[in-house]
């Protein structure tokens, strides 16, 4: 994928801006960690992330990339999606709202392909929101994954 130049520059402004503001440094691993996570779609892991971007810092160890993804999830650039089956903890570069398909034969996590709705909750349940704001629990979104396998994976 090839980006303008000037595209690019607003893109590691905006990084710099999120992560100043929430108290971390902008710095070239944090930046090509970034790029990274945004340009996939797989959700990898840290182990992951950093084999993709030794390619680019071949010195960059595990502990910076960890490091890295902390920063970005701090600043709200990025999420962690945990694995409830002992899988590694995968990263998510969009920060937008969105739905998730996991296999749970494989740990691979995909976004899905429907726009976020903000009215699932009241669908669900209409008094949800409300009783939950009764009990001093203030909803401020939710998460919805949807889990299975595709019928030929294997491994
Ligand atoms: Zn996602």
Same mark, same amino acid.
């Given at each position: 994928?090839?980006?303008?130049?000037?595209?690019?520059?607003?893109?590691?402004?905006?990084l710099?801006?999120a992560l100043?503001?929430a108290?971390?440094?902008?710095?070239? /691993?944090r930046?090509?960690v970034y790029a990274h996570l945004r340009?996939v779609?797989?959700h990898p892991?840290a182990?992951?992330v950093?084999?993709?971007?030794? /390619?680019?810092?071949?010195?960059?160890?595990?502990?910076?990339?960890?490091?890295a993804l902390d920063a970005l999830v701090d600043a709200g650039l990025a999420a962690r999606l945990?694995?409830?089956?002992?899988?590694?903890i995968r990263y998510d570069g969009k920060a937008h709202?969105?739905?998730?398909?996991?296999?749970?034969?494989?740990? /691979?996590?995909?976004?899905?392909?429907?726009?976020?709705?903000?009215?699932?909750?009241?669908?669900?349940?209409?008094?949800?929101?409300?009783?939950?704001?009764?009990?001093?629990?203030?909803?401020?979104?939710?998460?919805?994954?949807?889990?299975?396998?595709?019928?030929?994976?294997?491994?």
């Amino acid at each position: 994928m090839t980006r303008r130049k000037d595209e690019h520059s607003t893109e590691s402004n905006d990084l710099r801006r999120a992560l100043e503001k929430a108290g971390w440094r902008f710095t070239r /691993q944090r930046a090509e960690v970034y790029a990274h996570l945004r340009t996939v779609d797989s959700h990898p892991s840290a182990e992951e992330v950093y084999s993709a971007v030794r /390619q680019r810092i071949p010195n960059i160890s595990l502990a910076t990339v960890y490091n890295a993804l902390d920063a970005l999830v701090d600043a709200g650039l990025a999420a962690r999606l945990a694995d409830d089956d002992g899988g590694p903890i995968r990263y998510d570069g969009k920060a937008h709202p969105h739905y998730h398909l996991r296999c749970q034969r494989t740990g /691979q996590v995909h976004d899905l392909d429907v726009p976020y709705d903000p009215t699932l909750l009241r669908r669900l349940a209409p008094e949800l929101v409300e009783q939950l704001r009764q009990k001093g629990f203030e909803v401020l979104g939710h998460r919805l994954e949807i889990l299975g396998h595709f019928r030929d994976s294997n491994s």
